[in-house]
């Protein structure tokens, strides 16, 4: 079992920068990918961005070259660099464990959502 623990989501003007932080606690077996997903207000959740166990991003096409994926095994704490924010950006945004358990059942884990706001 894993529980994360999201951190860093406010308010910003448009063009600013957030750091998102999801640290992981707990054990399991492994990680298939660790993704940001995020959800504005009648939208549906959709991926921002993803990092898989042997280090491969992807982003979704709308963040591409403004948001950074990373993550530091040591802290197991992923990480979601946003920069030249826009409106649009605006959301609650969830990070994601696609795991292994110690059962070898894949399992998702979800943070509990940081809102980012966007502001003119």
Same mark, same amino acid.
């Given at each position: 079992?894993l529980q994360?623990?999201?951190?860093?989501g406010?308010?910003?003007?448009?063009?600013?920068?957030?750091r998102?932080?999801?640290?992981?606690?707990?054990?399991?077996?492994?990680?298939?990918?660790l993704n940001? @997903?995020? +959800?504005?207000? *009648?939208?549906?959740? /959709?991926?921002? %961005?993803?990092?898989t166990?042997?280090g491969?991003?992807?982003?979704?096409?709308?963040?591409?070259?403004?948001?950074?994926?990373?993550?530091?095994?040591?802290?197991n704490?992923? @990480?979601? +660099?946003?920069? *030249?924010?826009?409106? /649009?950006?605006? %959301?609650v945004?969830?990070?994601n464990?696609?795991?292994?358990?110690?059962?070898y059942?894949?399992?998702?884990?979800w943070?509990?959502g940081?809102q980012?706001?966007?502001?003119?």
């Open positions: 079992q994360l623990a999201e951190s860093g406010g308010l910003v003007q448009a063009g600013g920068s957030l998102l932080s999801c640290a992981a606690s707990g054990s399991i077996y492994g990680i298939n990918a940001w @997903y995020r +959800q504005a207000p *009648g939208k549906q959740r /959709e991926l921002v %961005a993803s990092i166990n042997i491969t991003t992807t982003y979704a096409d709308s963040v591409k070259g403004r948001f950074t994926i990373a993550r530091d095994n040591a802290k704490t992923v @990480y979601l +660099q946003m920069t *030249g924010l826009k409106i /649009e950006d605006t %959301a945004y969830y990070c464990f696609d795991a292994v358990t110690h059962s059942i894949r399992e998702q884990y943070g509990q940081t980012v706001t966007v502001s003119s």
